[in-house]
């Protein structure tokens, strides 16, 4: 009997809890390609590094030739293709504009000046769990917030939230390869149902806002302030789309995760609970430690290239796996330790190069406040089952359920 | 007895650096950090704690900082004695000790010599002197200079169209300022960059409002009678009024000091091995006297052991910790100086960077973007290598063209990239002025074993 491949491995959804060991085997080879068909896994923190940068690299589905290459692909929302899936320079021209319409320079506060607005968010979310001293924090809290947190950036109004809502849940969820490939075919047809509603919905704000600009990216998206003008209509929404996307499954495993690693790690939780500040440097390793992208899937190369005396074949499937780098003792010293004290952090939880993180910024502050919060206020917090139940998805790895129980809350 | 004298010399040796700017700061940082615990003293000329240049010709004249405050941020507790406002006038090699210019002496065990450069001033005395012409290097440079800007001035004319000069006259056209900029070569930049960027560069200049004018020298600073600058007069006969003059030539490196004293110094800075220890005139290394920063010029593995002479800030922070590292270990954990050489600036809104050493190169391809977009990332290449590289906002794939210098890839590049154009596929001439001809100030000097460099001649001091 021959054993499974360690790609196999790795995403059988057996190994979902603990894949360490497997990435650990998996830096033995640094460049692996298992047989044809399978895609060249890189797992070393300088060769990631390295093809991050590497210009002969294309995120461009167009480019990729190999077999199977759609496989892991989960972007099919009628849409022309986000930033994200392109190459320069329409991703530049795109994410140019994106960017003026969310950081420096020519929005420095965006993030920043919804700082009070998370804790505001967080807080009502905490002050749910009143009464109880049991709690999901995956349905309770950690899924809800980035949502809301997307709808105040673009600019929904508030009372349009909870129909929003109703739309992205079924649209994220039908994201999931996993569940998509068990569901019958009602929730497809409601997923796509969902796809349709929002995308009408966005597409009459961006014409309100275009008529009416307000003081939110929809507006800004649709005015274009930079050299670069505007978005079109169609680019716009498959920004939004994106933001929403990108921006939701990440955020609520890279809070649940902290959680599970905070409770794993009572120390650190007792840390936080007296220093607040210290969620900076926490959510940094916990990037570096437990990432949200376990791996990016979705790379090519439009040349044959050559990594470790590996030729990589023009049009191969090239995963690059950020966990397995973030864990190479070549680069981290003790990397199987969780340790926020760390001085050296660059990890690769948001990638590198130019298709880096965009939404980074609030993911942290996300991360960070949300962390902060929970520590300070659940009164001994203990985790109900360890490990809890995973997602099925191995790339956006993170728990279903996080159930946790506590003696109550402090105000 | 090596070993006895390195462990001695850590516990309570004297150790006096020159220069209390960024690379001297960064010495005695890394000094205290690797456990020495003896007596250190700083000596600066400027009377000012270390701070940071950069700003001084971006943020500060554009009134988003103040010159006051561009303090370097500190990484540790230094313990160190400091002499602000003096500067060194002197060196007695033998008798191990700095001579100060107010008489004082200062005995050391082993100095780090790291005194940088200064801005070459205009070389008429008497109009360099005229009210409203002004040089920038320090921050009384630049308090002197935002203050005449935020007063309101008609013109201002940039003389030489280097880094510096091409930041302020950014930032004076950012500040609605009319500006001119003369310059001695083709377009801005062409000594750091060539010919080829440069005139990207001149596009950026005309396309902001600067009013530039290539190949011609300034002859003349007319002033008023009392005693301001009224006009520049340049080599074409034109004249243009001004109230403002910044006289942007490059540096010099301050080496004056040391004449005499027996160092491998002059005009191209103090010559050292690849472990920052100076070499004395007849080209012997010295055992106890150490260089960094801009001052210093060393041998490059990566770039046919040529001595580089690199004014840029990264290279002052890594051969000021290789220096301090090396000055109080024993010999055999050492470490060269390795550093790439990278640099960037920020000009009409562009960020510009590069890495490597592109006046080495004699062609260039632009792999990735378009020049007439104004973003792209080109590299140079040398007898079949790549050598350099350059990006105009798209500094994010430099990282890729700096590992493909330091593996001597192959030039001209032939693979595709994700925004290859048609244009970037043939390698074109960099356009390089001769470099037996000055300039204004490339951002790195070569020589050494250059088959160029024919005018290096070595003149004894005066004893």
Same mark, same amino acid.
């Given at each position: ?8 491995r ?25 047989e ?13 590094? /390295? !093809?991050?940068?590497?210009? @002969?690299? $294309?995120?461009?589905a167009?480019?990729?030739? &190999? =077999?199977?290459?759609?496989?892991? %692909?989960?972007?099919?929302?009628g ?24 950081g ?69 969820? /039908? !994201?999931?390869?996993?569940? @998509?490939? $068990?569901a ?5 047809? &409601? =997923?796509?149902?969902?796809?349709? %509603? ?22 800004d998206?649709?005015?274009g ?50 220093d ?8 940094e ?7 949200p ?48 004290d760390?001085d050296?952090l ?18 942290r502050?996300e991360t ?12 001994d ?24 129980t ?6 | ?30 000094l ?24 001084l ?43 100060l ?10 100095l ?5 450069v ?37 013109r ?77 007069h ?15 030539l ?88 390795m550093?790439?050489?990278a ?50 906002d ?22 595709p ?30 020589s ?16």
């Amino acid at each position: 009997m021959t054993q499974p491949s360690l790609v196999a491995r790795i995403t059988d959804f057996a190994n979902r809890a603990d894949p360490y060991p497997l990435y650990a085997e998996l830096r033995r080879t640094p460049v692996l390609h298992e047989e044809e068909g399978e895609p060249y896994v890189i797992s070393s923190y300088w060769d990631i590094e /390295s !093809l991050l940068h590497d210009p @002969r690299i $294309s995120s461009d589905a167009a480019n990729m030739t &190999a =077999a199977g290459a759609d496989e892991l %692909q989960s972007e099919s929302t009628g849409l022309p293709p986000s930033f994200i899936r392109l190459d320069p320079p329409e991703h530049d021209r795109l994410r140019r504009i994106a960017n003026s319409a969310f950081g420096p320079p020519h929005e420095p506060r965006r993030v920043d000046d919804m700082r009070g607005e998370l804790h505001t968010i967080v807080t009502e979310l905490i002050d749910g769990f009143a009464g109880r001293t049991e709690v999901d924090l995956v349905d309770q809290f950690a899924y809800p917030f980035p949502v809301t947190v997307i709808c105040r950036l673009l600019g929904v109004p508030r009372e349009d939230e909870p129909r929003f809502r109703s739309w992205v849940d079924p649209l994220v969820a /039908s !994201l999931d390869p996993e569940t @998509r490939q $068990s569901a019958g075919p009602e929730f497809v047809q &409601a =997923a796509q149902e969902a796809r349709t %509603q929002l995308g009408m919905y966005l597409a009459g704000l961006v014409e309100e806002r275009s008529k009416d600009p307000r003081d939110d990216m929809l507006s800004d998206l649709a005015a274009g302030k930079g050299p670069d003008g505007a978005m079109t209509m169609m680019e716009v929404l498959s920004t939004a789309v994106l933001l929403l996307i990108a921006g939701h499954e990440t955020t609520v495993n890279l809070i649940t995760n902290g959680m599970l690693t905070l409770l794993r790690h009572p120390e650190y939780l007792q840390r936080l609970r007296e220093d607040p500040e210290l969620a900076v440097n926490i959510v940094e390793e916990l990037l570096r430690y437990e990432p949200p992208v376990q791996l990016v899937p979705q790379r090519t190369c439009i040349t044959d290239i050559e990594v470790r005396g590996v030729t990589i074949p023009k049009g191969s499937r090239i995963w690059l796996m950020l966990a397995a780098g973030n864990r190479d003792p070549e680069r981290f010293k003790d990397p199987e330790r969780f340790d926020p004290d760390r001085d050296d952090l660059q990890h690769l939880g948001f990638g590198s190069g130019i298709h880096s993180c965009f939404g980074a910024p609030v993911a942290r502050l996300e991360t960070q406040i949300a962390l902060a919060e929970l520590a300070r206020r659940l009164q001994d917090p203990r985790l109900v089952a360890d490990p809890p139940p995973y997602r099925p998805n191995a790339v956006l790895r993170g728990p279903r359920h996080l159930t946790v129980t506590f003696d109550g809350l402090n105000p | 007895m090596a070993a006895d004298y390195v462990d001695w010399l850590r516990r309570e040796g004297r150790i006096v650096i020159v220069g209390a700017s960024l690379a001297g700061l960064r010495a005695a940082e890394t000094l205290r950090e690797e456990g020495f615990t003896g007596s250190l003293t700083l000596i600066g000329d400027e009377p000012y704690e270390p701070y940071d240049r950069p700003p001084l010709s971006k943020s500060v004249l554009l009134g988003k900082a103040s010159p006051e405050h561009t303090e370097l941020p500190r990484r540790r507790e230094l313990d160190a004695e400091w002499r602000l406002g003096v500067p060194a006038a002197g060196l007695d090699l033998t008798g191990k000790r700095v001579l100060l210019a107010d008489g004082e002496e200062v005995d050391y065990d082993r100095l780090l010599i790291a005194t940088g450069v200064r801005a070459r001033p205009w070389p008429v005395p008497e109009e360099a002197e005229l009210d409203g012409v002004f040089v920038l290097r320090t921050r009384d440079d630049a308090t002197a200079l935002t203050e005449k800007l935020r007063a309101g001035a008609r013109r201002v004319v940039v003389i030489g169209a280097g880094f510096a000069g091409s930041e302020v006259a950014s930032a004076c056209r950012e500040m609605g300022l009319e500006v001119t900029v003369a310059e001695r070569a083709g377009a801005p930049l062409v000594g750091a960059l060539g010919g080829v960027i440069g005139a990207v560069a001149a596009e950026l200049h005309l396309k902001n409002g600067v009013d530039l004018r290539t190949r011609v020298t300034v002859t003349a600073l007319e002033g008023d009678a009392m005693g301001r600058v009224r006009a520049v007069h340049l080599s074409d006969e034109s004249v243009v009024e001004a109230d403002v003059v910044v006289v942007s030539l490059g540096s010099m490196r301050n080496t004056e000091w040391l004449s005499g004293s027996g160092l491998g110094a002059g005009p191209r800075g103090i010559a050292s091995d690849a472990g920052c220890r100076a070499f004395d005139f007849r080209g012997i290394v010295t055992d106890d006297v150490f260089v960094a920063g801009d001052v210093a010029r060393s041998p490059h593995a990566l770039f046919g052991y040529q001595f580089l002479s690199l004014e840029h800030w990264g290279n002052a922070v890594a051969q000021a910790e290789t220096a301090a590292h090396n000055m109080i270990c024993p010999a055999s954990d050492r470490r060269p100086h390795m550093w790439m050489p990278a640099f960037w600036s920020s000009q009409f809104g562009v960020n510009i960077k590069s890495v490597g050493v592109p006046p080495m190169g004699d062609e260039l391809m632009i792999i990735q973007g378009s020049t007439a977009e104004r973003r792209f990332v080109g590299v140079y290449g040398f007898k079949g290598r790549v050598v350099a590289a350059v990006t105009f906002d798209n500094a994010r794939w430099l990282e890729y063209c700096q590992r493909q210098i330091e593996q001597g890839a192959p030039f001209p590049v032939e693979y595709p990239t994700v925004d290859r154009r048609p244009e970037g596929r043939q390698p074109v001439a960099a356009d390089f002025p001769d470099p037996s001809l000055p300039t204004h100030g490339p951002t790195v000097t070569l020589s050494g074993y250059s088959p160029a460099d024919r005018r290096l001649v070595f003149t004894p001091g005066h004893h």
